[in-house]
């Protein structure tokens, strides 16, 4: 997501091999824009936090993928080993968890072909991604009604982070001492 700055002075720094070269740069306001200076750098402000959300969302999508990886793998290994039932049964169990939360994230049923978008509903992600680019159409600051739906936006990851840190500080961890008990190599978080 890209972010306009506001108008003001600004350093630019170009590193090329072992040289650096840094200079001032002064933005202006684009004088046919009836936005106020407050008002495009509270403009740029709210883009911020919501690029910041968004950047939240895809490092816990990440972390999920990653984790999901290695219980399939884990469960590929240990499909025939009677002996591990309990192990492949608190993975699968895991990864349906996890496959929920992400779920929340991104809309895991698109297909890439032709109408997804109005078959399956944009999920949060998404959801941040349009909001930040319906208010940075303009030089102004946000409206009151893309604020509210700013703030239900915020709440709902606070609620979808919650669920994650449940799911890897407690769950996972949980699950790793059950296969270290077995002697099995646990999930490595990043």
């Not at 403009?43 to 984790?67: F, K």
């Not at 895991?108 to 949060?124: A, E, F, S």
């Amino acid at each position: 997501m890209s972010v306009t700055v506001p108008p003001g002075t600004y350093t630019v720094k170009l590193t090329v091999g072992e040289q650096e070269f840094i200079q001032p740069i002064a933005v202006r306001k684009d004088p046919n824009s009836h936005g106020t200076e407050t008002e495009i750098a509270t403009q740029t402000a709210v883009i911020l936090e919501l690029r910041d959300d968004l950047n939240d969302v895809v490092g816990m999508v990440n972390t999920i993928e990653l984790v999901r990886s290695q219980l399939n793998s884990l469960k590929a290994v240990l499909e025939d080993n009677e002996e591990a039932e309990a192990a492949v049964t608190a993975a699968s169990e895991l990864d349906e968890k996890l496959i929920e939360l992400e779920g929340q994230f991104i809309q895991l049923k698109l297909t890439g072909r032709g109408q997804d978008v109005i078959r399956w509903p944009g999920k949060l992600g998404r959801q941040i991604s349009y909001l930040a680019g319906k208010i940075s159409m303009t030089d102004f600051a946000p409206t009151d009604q893309q604020m509210e739906v700013k703030q239900v936006i915020e709440d709902e990851l606070r609620t979808h982070r919650a669920t994650y840190d449940q799911l890897m500080l407690v769950e996972v961890v949980e699950f790793n001492s059950m296969l270290a008990e077995q002697e099995l190599q646990g999930v490595i978080l990043p």
